[in-house]
C-alpha cells in the first residue's frame, strides 16, 4: 500500500496529475503514458489523477462522468499497466471502499471536507487521504479534518491549497496557509488548477486563468509546497469537464523543469 513517505523526496516535490475527469479510456491511457514518462525522466514522484465522477456541477446538464465501475476499472488499468499510483475524488462514504479497489489516494472535495462520515470512510480503507481545503475554511481550520482522519486510526493525511472565495466569481490563494498547514505534521499540496477557477458564471459553466498557471505553481514551490496538483488534457477546450482552467500537456514538461530548478535553490 501506497505510503506519503515514499512520494517525499528531500530535493524533489511529488505530483498529482491527470485530467479532470475520466472521459474515456483511450485518451486516458494516452495522458498517462506521457505523464509517466515525463516524471520517470526528470525524478519527480508521481500520481495520476482522474475523476470517475463529478458530483458538484452548476447545471444539470453538465457531464458527471462515463460510468462508476467502468471509470474506476480505467484508473485500475492505468495503475496496472505503467506501475503508478492513482487518485481519485470520493462523494459519499460508499465510494470510499468501492474506489480503493482502485485507486491508492482517496481525495475529499474542497465542499466536502467537513463531512464527518466521509473522512472517517476513506480513513477506515487505510489509503493515504487527500482532503482539499474548503474555499470556505481558514487553514487553521484544516487541523480539524486531518484529526479526523487520526482519529480514525490512519495518520496517511495530505492537505490540499486550492484558494478562497473572493467575491462571488473568483478565488484568490494565499500563500501563508501553506506553511501553516504544515505545522499540523501532514505534507501541503497547492492545487495549481483549481486554484485558477472562476465560479459561479452567468452561463453556469466554471471559467478559469490557465494563462497563470506558471505563476500560482513557482510561488507554491517557492514557499516550500511539498507537492502539487495540475490537471491537464491534450485539449484543454475540448475537455468534457474544467477545460477553462487545465494546463495544455504539452505545456507541462517546461513548466516542471523550471520549477524543480525553484525547488533546488531552495
Given at each position: 500500500m501506497l505510503t506519503i513517505q515514499e512520494l517525499q523526496k528531500k530535493d524533489k516535490f511529488f505530483l498529482?496529475?491527470?485530467?479532470?475527469?475520466?472521459e474515456?479510456?483511450?485518451m486516458v491511457l494516452e495522458i498517462a503514458e506521457k505523464l509517466v514518462r515525463l516524471t520517470q525522466k526528470l525524478g519527480i514522484p508521481y500520481v495520476f489523477k482522474g475523476s470517475y465522477k463529478k458530483a458538484?456541477?452548476?447545471?444539470?446538464?453538465?457531464f458527471t462522468g462515463i460510468g462508476t465501475d467502468q471509470a474506476l476499472k480505467i484508473l485500475g488499468k492505468v495503475r496496472d499497466t505503467f506501475g503508478v499510483p492513482t487518485v481519485t475524488d470520493i462523494h459519499e462514504t460508499t465510494d470510499a471502499a468501492r474506489a480503493a479497489e482502485y485507486v491508492d489516494v482517496l481525495q475529499i472535495p474542497a465542499f466536502l471536507c467537513r463531512q464527518t462520515d466521509l473522512l472517517v470512510a476513506a480513513a477506515q480503507t487505510g489509503h493515504i487521504v487527500n482532503i482539499k481545503k474548503g474555499q470556505f475554511l481558514s487553514p487553521a481550520a484544516m487541523q480539524f479534518a486531518?484529526?479526523?482522519i487520526v482519529d480514525s486510526g490512519n495518520n496517511q493525511v495530505m492537505l490540499t491549497e486550492r484558494g478562497t472565495t473572493f467575491g462571488y466569481t473568483d478565488l484568490i490563494v494565499d500563500y501563508r496557509g501553506i506553511p501553516q498547514m504544515q505545522t499540523f505534521g501532514f505534507p501541503v499540496v497547492m492545487d495549481v488548477t483549481h486554484s485558477l477557477q472562476q465560479p459561479n458564471q452567468?452561463?453556469?459553466v466554471t471559467g478559469g486563468m490557465p494563462q497563470l498557471i506558471e505563476t500560482i505553481a513557482k510561488a507554491a514551490i517557492a514557499v516550500g509546497a511539498d507537492g502539487l496538483f495540475i490537471e491537464t488534457h491534450p485539449e484543454p477546450a475540448k475537455a468534457l469537464s474544467d477545460g477553462a482552467n487545465m494546463l495544455q500537456i504539452d505545456l507541462?514538461?517546461?513548466?516542471?523543469?523550471?520549477?524543480?530548478?525553484?525547488r533546488q535553490a531552495l
Open positions: 498529482l496529475a491527470g485530467p479532470c475527469a475520466i474515456n479510456e483511450k458538484n456541477r452548476s447545471r444539470v446538464d453538465s486531518a484529526q479526523k452567468t452561463t453556469g507541462l514538461e517546461p513548466l516542471l523543469e523550471k520549477l524543480l530548478r525553484i
